[in-house]
């Protein structure tokens, strides 16, 4: 069975920091390319970081850029997204993801097959 399975997430103050795991079972994780997205209540998802996986290549929304960190440790088949100086608009329920199709860098989430459950990150004093 393939499952992405997410974990690290919980509450924090802003400023703080999170590491969110994801890692696969049934699978590989070593497809393309591999990443995060968010949502909010009442927003749409939104693509936060990706790793093309050929050569290490790293993107972020505007909004995570300088703060976040993708990173992917093949051996534990796990990818990771590091989350510093975290804000209220951070909170969020974060998704990893992936596809066996994909050739590229997407940003879209109709492009990915393969979702995890989701871990909860709430940023609040």
């Known amino acids: 069975q393939v499952q992405l399975v997410e974990s690290g997430g919980g509450s924090v103050q802003p400023g703080g920091s999170l590491r969110l795991s994801c890692t696969a079972s049934?699978?590989?994780?070593?497809?393309?390319?591999e990443g995060w997205f968010r949502q909010a209540p009442g927003k749409e998802r939104e693509g936060v970081s990706f790793?093309?996986?050929?050569?290490?290549?790293?993107y972020y929304a505007d909004s995570v850029k300088g703060r976040f960190t993708i990173s992917r440790d093949k051996a534990k088949n796990t990818v990771y997204l590091q989350m510093n100086s975290l804000e209220p608009d951070d909170t969020a329920v974060y998704y990893c993801?992936?596809?066996?199709?994909?050739?590229?860098?997407?940003?879209?989430?109709?492009?990915?097959?393969?979702w995890g459950q989701g871990t909860q990150v709430t940023v609040s004093s």
């Open positions: 049934g699978f590989t994780l070593n497809y393309y390319v």
């Open positions: 790793m093309a996986t050929s050569d290490g290549s790293t």
């Open positions: 993801v992936t596809d066996p199709r994909l050739r590229y860098v997407s940003f879209d989430p109709s492009d990915y097959g393969y």
